[in-house]
């Protein structure tokens, strides 16, 4: 049945085809069997996954197998703090994981949520009341204003009906219905007029339908489809650290059994070796790296949140550092979801309409001079028109927080309830002085014909004490037919010909900007003269003139476009609204740069992935498409290795938000479905948001590659001193407790304190990084063990030298001992404040980071107390060292940033002089 052209079909053949009667609907019987046959008219969720068994995968995830095998090697050591702060490690990750898979397993009952609770039908001749869920096909169901479409339906009878489908469809406004066939083959849901669509909400007029199609089978059910289908991206750190951890299991393996192999060869104990081998692999494998990169992430988390980003999925935070692409919706995203009233013309004359929103602030302007509206009649009167012939009202509250805070000058907050073009005209009227409140007394309302989709207008009757005053607003060309004449230069004159093709020419000129064109008309009744229908009234009118309008884009947006094209972000428009609307507001954003290319959902439609993939890269705007075209968009993005975000507010984005890399939905206007589906919520519906997220993510990042980059150096360090000493023959420099407190303590602290660092000034001029790119790239790898060689090379220089000058003693050995350590700790400490920068410890002030200075200053209180408090002295094996020992320390430790530094100083002087010739680069040039 699916085959059917729905929109195509006559009301005899359509009910033929269902087995159905307009008049009867079905029987009761038939109604029955076709429930127990097809089902209930709900969506399915899917195979639904255990709780248990969702917490139990957590632990299946290859660095918690690292940790738990860390565990147990602490708990054999006796180590029971480590053991413990391991423990708590792995349960903080899986419940962390647990809860973001649980949370994003709700989109599909966010989407059940849409559904009508109960449906008006005719059953068996009968009207009556039935749950949405035993709706079937069939069913004649009855809608009016405030209703949600219980099932896809396709009209037989429609009343002014309007309906709300910007969640699915992305139209701005809500959408004529009518029940006339269409007889185009293939049509975008957008102009499928003569359907309803499960979900969507009746916003005025009545309107009669026979379900087509229920539950799964509906458009929303599609949609819960592609949900489920959908897989969930795996972030890059994901990724990346799963890479890091099957490398560090192989490397601390590897110099492992080589450190104990070697140390028994040279004559060491066996047992000690192999004591001091465990305490070197538990030392390679930084089991504090997960749990810094949580806390990293969380508290960059609480950054966004004051920066109105609300992440409901760690990981995501730091995909966003490598979006190279957002896939935005046009409406509430990019516009403000408010239609405004931009220009006005009239008698020849072309106005300008200052002003934002549903705020009623704003100036009327000609040749760019404001108009003193009093002595202007024409203008006056369109005005009057506007606020008359108009059912929305303009409701002025105080924000809440205004209210807590008392002030003494609130700003009041404008909301609107009701049709947003007749909002827009409301506005108009209010914001110039003749709002429909202020015209009560005057003008009583005595019958309205409302607007219908054959006349396409609206006519109000009023009177007031001169007589009766017929009021009239709707599309041009048909309000044109029915005036005879017309207001210009302030007098009623004939509507020529010639007067007509100049108004059809201005409205013309209106539409090619994208504007929402509605024309304004009126006469005044004799008392005598009937006016009960619409044809006794809209005739012989007298034109006034033309109002355009449009969902106007936001301020802040141009500028937050400009940020992310100067960051390598390219931003794509994807929108169900027309495409010369989209276009044009891409054009007055900077989005279309030239040369680039806007394409329709049919275009979309005629191409195969290959076609897609040539121009995806090319393509700005999309216009007009279904939720299954913007799914298109993004995996072909992402075919092309872009890293994509996309944005959205309505179920119709929530299959593409939850494919893309990472997904955003709106805090305010967004659908429950897409918040679920999201990963990334923007609490203010404010697009320049999603680039104060990129700029923390990029940050964030980047703080990761750091303490990665402390960890590591100082891991290998730590290695390559046990192994150098064991290859010379001489003796453990550390005892496997030093090592195990070194990785717990010093390791630690200041780690945690790179996770909260400030981010560098041109961060936000730097191209994306690739999602392909390994986390050692940029020479992160060379600086990690470059470093690290260093740091094992001095320290177990510093151990030489003290070893010799104890003369081989036991207490010597214990003293050169300690010394390894103190340097080794020294040595890491003073490393932490290179880590902060991708140049040199030369780059940044080391005091800007309070909480890394915090941190070191307290690794260094505990380090003095295993050197000088007695009771931790046999614990520790360590002895009190003197004023000669520690300018050893010193001097051993400060080599290695002293030598980098050097080193880094010379490379960026040879760079500069490379790069004086070349200040701005091909691709500086292209953005």
Same mark, same amino acid.
């Given at each position: 049945?699916?085959?059917?052209?729905?929109?195509?079909?006559?009301?005899?053949?359509?009910?033929?085809?269902?087995?159905?009667?307009?008049?009867?609907?079905?029987?009761?019987?038939?109604?029955?069997?076709?429930?127990?046959?097809?089902? %209930?008219?709900?969506?399915?969720?899917?195979?639904?996954?255990?709780?248990?068994?969702?917490?139990?995968?957590?632990?299946?995830?290859?660095?918690?197998?690292?940790? &738990?095998?860390?565990?147990?090697?602490?708990?054999?050591?006796?180590?029971?703090?480590?053991?413990?702060?391991?423990?708590?490690?792995?349960?903080?990750?899986?419940?962390?994981?647990?809860?973001?898979?649980?949370?994003?397993?709700?989109?599909?009952?966010?989407?059940?949520?849409?559904?009508?609770?109960?449906?008006?039908?005719?059953?068996?001749?009968?009207?009556?009341?039935?749950?949405?869920?035993?709706?079937?096909?069939?069913?004649?169901?009855?809608?009016?204003?405030?209703?949600?479409?219980?099932?896809?339906?396709?009209?037989?009878?429609?009343?002014?009906?309007?309906?709300?489908?910007?969640?699915? $469809?992305?139209?701005?406004?809500?959408?004529?219905? %009518?029940?006339?066939?269409?007889?185009?083959?293939?049509?975008?849901?957008?102009?499928?007029?003569?359907?309803?669509?499960?979900?969507?909400?009746?916003?005025?007029?009545?309107?009669?339908?026979?379900?087509?199609?229920?539950?799964?089978?509906?458009?929303?059910?599609?949609?819960?489809?592609?949900?489920?289908?959908?897989?969930?991206?795996?972030?890059?750190?994901?990724?990346?650290?799963?890479?890091?951890?099957?490398?560090?299991?192989?490397?601390?393996?590897?110099?492992?059994?080589?450190?104990?192999?070697?140390?028994?060869?040279?004559? #060491?104990?066996?047992?000690?070796?192999?004591?001091?081998?465990?305490?070197?692999?538990?030392?390679?494998?930084?089991?504090?790296?997960?749990?810094?990169?949580?806390?990293?992430?969380?508290?960059?988390? #609480?950054?966004?949140?004051?920066?109105?980003?609300?992440?409901?999925?760690?990981?995501?935070?730091?995909?966003?550092?490598?979006?190279?692409?957002?896939?935005?919706?046009?409406?509430?995203?990019?516009?403000?979801?408010?239609?405004?009233?931009? %220009?006005?013309?009239?008698?020849?004359?072309?106005?300008?309409?200052?002003?934002?929103?549903?705020?009623?602030?704003?100036?009327?302007?000609?040749?760019?001079?404001?108009?003193?509206?009093?002595?202007? #009649?024409?203008?006056?009167?369109?005005?009057?028109?506007?606020?008359?012939?108009?059912?929305?009202?303009?409701?002025?509250?105080?924000?809440?927080?205004?209210?807590?805070?008392?002030?003494?000058?609130?700003?009041?907050?404008?909301?609107?309830?009701?049709? !947003?073009?007749?909002?827009?005209?409301?506005?108009?009227?209010?914001?110039?002085?003749?709002?429909?409140?202020?015209?009560? /007394?005057?003008?009583?309302?005595?019958?309205?014909?409302?607007?219908?989709?054959?006349?396409?207008?609206?006519?109000?009757?009023?009177?007031?004490?001169?007589?009766?005053?017929?009021?009239?607003?709707?599309?041009?060309?048909?309000?044109?037919?029915?005036?005879?004449?017309?207001?210009?230069?302030?007098?009623?004159?004939?509507?020529?010909?010639?007067?007509?093709?100049?108004?059809?020419?201005?409205?013309?000129?209106?539409?090619? @900007?994208?504007?929402?064109?509605?024309?304004?008309?009126?006469?005044?009744?004799? @008392?005598?003269?009937?006016?009960?229908?619409?044809?006794?009234?809209?005739?012989?009118?007298?034109?006034?003139?033309?109002?355009?309008?449009?969902?106007?884009?936001?301020?802040?947006?141009?500028?937050?476009?400009?940020?992310?094209?100067?960051?390598?972000?390219?931003?794509?428009?994807?929108?169900?609204?027309?495409?010369?609307?989209?276009?044009?507001?891409? =054009?007055?954003?900077?989005?279309?740069?030239?040369?680039?290319?806007?394409?329709?959902?049919? #275009?979309?439609?005629? &191409?195969?992935?290959?076609?897609?993939?040539?121009?995806?890269?090319?393509?700005?705007?999309?216009?007009?498409?279904?939720?299954? %075209?913007?799914?298109?968009?993004?995996?072909?993005?992402?075919?092309?290795?872009?890293?994509?975000?996309?944005?959205?507010?309505?179920?119709?984005?929530?299959?593409?938000?939850?494919?893309?890399?990472?997904?955003?939905?709106?805090?305010?206007?967004? $659908?429950?479905?897409?918040?679920?589906?999201? /990963?990334?919520?923007?609490?203010?519906?404010?697009?320049?948001?999603?680039?104060?997220?990129?700029?923390? =993510?990029?940050?964030?990042?980047?703080?990761?590659?750091?303490?990665?980059?402390? +960890?590591?150096?100082?891991?290998?360090?730590?290695?390559?001193?046990?192994?150098?000493?064991? &290859?010379?023959?001489?003796?453990?420099?550390?005892?496997?407790?030093?090592?195990?407190?070194?990785?717990?303590?010093?390791?630690?602290?200041?780690?945690?304190?790179?996770?909260?660092?400030?981010?560098?000034?041109?961060?936000?001029?730097?191209?994306?990084?690739?999602?392909?790119?390994?986390?050692?790239?940029?020479?992160?790898?060379?600086?990690?063990?470059?470093?690290?060689?260093?740091?094992?090379?001095?320290?177990?220089?510093?151990?030489?030298?003290?070893?010799?000058? =104890?003369?081989? $003693?036991?207490?010597?050995?214990?003293?050169?001992?300690?010394?390894?350590?103190?340097?080794?700790?020294?040595?890491?400490?003073?490393?932490?404040?290179?880590?902060?920068?991708?140049?040199?410890?030369?780059?940044?002030?080391?005091?800007?980071?309070?909480?890394?200075?915090?941190?070191?200053?307290?690794? +260094?209180?505990?380090? +003095?107390?295993?050197?000088?408090?007695?009771?931790?002295?046999?614990?520790?094996?360590?002895? !009190?060292?003197?004023?000669?020992?520690?300018?050893?320390?010193?001097?051993?430790?400060?080599?290695?940033?002293?030598?980098?530094?050097?080193?880094?100083?010379?490379?960026?002087?040879?760079? $500069?002089?490379?790069?004086?010739?070349? !200040?701005?680069?091909?691709?500086?040039?292209?953005?």
């Amino acid at each position: 049945m699916e085959q059917l052209k729905w929109h195509q079909m006559g009301t005899s053949e359509l009910l033929d085809s269902l087995g159905s009667s307009q008049d009867s609907g079905l029987k009761p019987s038939a109604a029955a069997e076709r429930l127990e046959k097809h089902g %209930h008219n709900e969506l399915s969720e899917g195979e639904r996954i255990s709780p248990i068994i969702l917490l139990l995968n957590q632990f299946k995830d290859f660095m918690v197998l690292i940790l &738990m095998g860390a565990t147990l090697i602490s708990g054999l050591l006796g180590e029971y703090l480590d053991a413990i702060t391991i423990v708590a490690i792995i349960v903080l990750n899986a419940v962390l994981g647990f809860l973001q898979e649980f949370r994003a397993e709700r989109s599909l009952r966010a989407l059940k949520e849409l559904s009508a609770p109960s449906a008006k039908v005719i059953r068996g001749g009968e009207l009556v009341t039935v749950a949405a869920k035993d709706l079937v096909t069939g069913d004649i169901v009855y809608l009016e204003s405030g209703d949600r479409v219980p099932a896809d339906l396709r009209f037989i009878e429609a009343n002014s009906c309007y309906i709300e489908e910007s969640a699915l $469809t992305g139209e701005s406004v809500p959408v004529g219905k %009518h029940a006339a066939v269409i007889g185009e083959e293939e049509l975008p849901l957008g102009d499928q007029r003569n359907i309803g669509f499960m979900g969507t909400m009746v916003t005025r007029g009545t309107a009669r339908g026979v379900v087509i199609r229920t539950g799964m089978a509906t458009e929303m059910g599609k949609i819960a489809g592609l949900i489920q289908e959908t897989e969930s991206m795996e972030t890059p750190l994901q990724h990346r650290l799963e890479q890091l951890g099957k490398l560090l299991i192989v490397v601390a393996i590897g110099l492992t059994v080589m450190v104990v192999v070697a140390g028994i060869l040279h004559g #060491q104990p066996a047992y000690g070796m192999f004591l001091a081998g465990v305490s070197l692999a538990v030392a390679a494998i930084p089991e504090g790296l997960p749990a810094i990169v949580t806390i990293a992430l969380a508290l960059g988390v #609480q950054r966004m949140i004051k920066r109105k980003a609300i992440v409901r999925k760690l990981p995501s935070v730091e995909t966003l550092g490598c979006a190279s692409v957002i896939c935005s919706d046009k409406t509430g995203t990019l516009t403000q979801n408010k239609m405004t009233v931009t %220009h006005v013309w009239i008698g020849g004359r072309k106005l300008e309409v200052s002003g934002e929103g549903y705020d009623p602030t704003g100036a009327i302007y000609e040749d760019g001079k404001a108009l003193d509206l009093k002595n202007d #009649q024409s203008i006056k009167r369109l005005l009057q028109i506007s606020a008359l012939c108009n059912n929305a009202v303009l409701v002025r509250s105080e924000p809440e927080e205004q209210k807590r805070r008392k002030s003494k000058e609130p700003q009041p907050e404008w909301t609107l309830k009701g049709d !947003p073009t007749e909002g827009a005209l409301t506005v108009l009227a209010t914001k110039l002085g003749s709002s429909a409140k202020s015209l009560e /007394a005057l003008y009583q309302r005595v019958k309205e014909f409302p607007f219908d989709s054959e006349r396409k207008r609206m006519s109000v009757l009023l009177s007031h004490q001169g007589g009766r005053l017929l009021c009239t607003k709707g599309a041009p060309d048909m309000l044109m037919e029915q005036c005879a004449y017309v207001l210009w230069d302030g007098k009623v004159v004939p509507f020529t010909n010639t007067l007509k093709r100049k108004c059809a020419e201005a409205g013309e000129v209106m539409a090619l @900007s994208a504007l929402r064109v509605l024309g304004f008309a009126y006469r005044d009744l004799r @008392s005598t003269e009937r006016c009960e229908t619409e044809a006794e009234a809209e005739n012989n009118l007298i034109f006034v003139g033309l109002a355009g309008m449009i969902d106007p884009p936001r301020r802040e947006v141009k500028d937050a476009i400009a940020t992310c094209r100067r960051a390598g972000i390219k931003t794509v428009m994807i929108t169900g609204d027309h495409q010369l609307t989209a276009e044009a507001i891409a =054009g007055q954003l900077g989005i279309m740069p030239r040369g680039g290319i806007a394409m329709s959902g049919r #275009q979309l439609e005629a &191409m195969d992935d290959e076609q897609l993939d040539r121009l995806v890269d090319n393509t700005y705007v999309y216009a007009r498409v279904s939720p299954e %075209h913007k799914l298109r968009i993004v995996k072909a993005l992402q075919r092309k290795g872009h890293v994509v975000a996309m944005t959205g507010d309505g179920v119709n984005d929530a299959p593409a938000i939850k494919a893309a890399d990472i997904g955003i939905s709106m805090g305010i206007t967004g $659908t429950d479905v897409s918040k679920e589906a999201s /990963a990334l919520v923007l609490s203010d519906d404010n697009f320049s948001t999603i680039v104060a997220a990129i700029e923390e =993510g990029r940050g964030i990042y980047e703080n990761i590659r750091k303490f990665i980059r402390y +960890l590591l150096a100082s891991n290998v360090g730590e290695i390559l001193v046990m192994f150098l000493a064991m &290859m010379a023959g001489l003796p453990l420099p550390l005892v496997p407790i030093q090592i195990l407190w070194v990785n717990l303590v010093t390791d630690g602290l200041p780690a945690m304190a790179l996770g909260v660092d400030q981010a560098e000034k041109d961060l936000m001029q730097q191209k994306p990084r690739s999602a392909k790119e390994n986390i050692f790239a940029r020479r992160l790898g060379w600086k990690i063990i470059s470093r690290g060689v260093l740091i094992g090379i001095c320290t177990l220089g510093a151990f030489w030298i003290t070893l010799r000058e =104890g003369g081989g $003693t036991a207490e010597g050995l214990m003293k050169a001992q300690t010394v390894a350590f103190a340097t080794l700790v020294m040595a890491q400490l003073i490393h932490v404040f290179d880590c902060r920068s991708s140049r040199s410890i030369f780059h940044r002030n080391p005091f800007q980071n309070k909480y890394l200075v915090l941190a070191v200053l307290s690794s +260094l209180l505990l380090m +003095l107390g295993v050197l000088y408090i007695e009771a931790l002295q046999p614990i520790f094996k360590t002895v !009190p060292i003197g004023f000669r020992e520690w300018c050893l320390v010193f001097v051993a430790a400060g080599i290695p940033t002293f030598v980098m530094g050097i080193g880094s100083v010379l490379g960026k002087s040879g760079k $500069t002089k490379t790069n004086s010739k070349w !200040p701005l680069g091909p691709q500086s040039v292209a953005r």
